[in-house]
């Protein structure tokens, strides 16, 4: 049960990272490359 909470915590880590990196840089790739981690995140891929 911890691991599974703390892969959940990773995950939110991960996303507010990437998001953050996006803002920084704001460019279109980066914006993809989100979107496509934040739907294989939504699917249990990640």
Known sequence: MLKK????QMKAFIVN???WLVLQTDN???D???AK????MKL???
Do not use: P, T
Not at 5 to 8: A, E, Y
Not at 37 to 40: C, E, I, R, T, Y
């Open 32 to 34: 993809k490359i989100l």
């Open 17 to 19: 990272a990437i998001e």
């Open 28 to 30: 279109d790739l980066d």
């Open 44 to 46: 249990g891929v990640v």
């Open 5 to 8: 909470f703390f892969k959940k």
């Open 37 to 40: 981690v934040k739907s294989g």
